[in-house]
């Protein structure tokens, strides 16, 4: 079993990071807009933020939400993910 104080670290560490990739994909999309970088670049920046992302998830931060369930809070990207795919279904 995972020691509690490093389980609570690991959560945060991928937490602090999911938020940085997130903030980098919405700069990635307004410098889109306004023309600095190709759709092709922007596309490409969020698929990689993606990818990386689901192997921070399952790699890191799913095993240790399985031995402290309660450290399983959602973060800001799963929350959106899940109200887009409710509001696609309506």
Request: charged share 30%.
């Amino acid at each position: 079993m995972l020691y509690r104080e490093a389980a609570v670290r690991i959560s945060q560490t991928v937490m602090m990071i999911a938020r940085e990739l997130e903030e980098s994909t919405g700069q990635m999309i307004h410098y889109q807009k306004e023309g600095k970088v190709t759709e092709e670049q922007a596309g490409t920046h969020l698929h990689k933020v993606n990818v990386i992302l689901e192997i921070l998830y399952t790699e890191l931060l799913d095993p240790v939400i399985a031995e402290y369930p309660d450290l399983g809070s959602r973060c800001s990207i799963c929350e959106r993910c899940e109200e887009g795919s409710e509001n696609s279904s309506e």
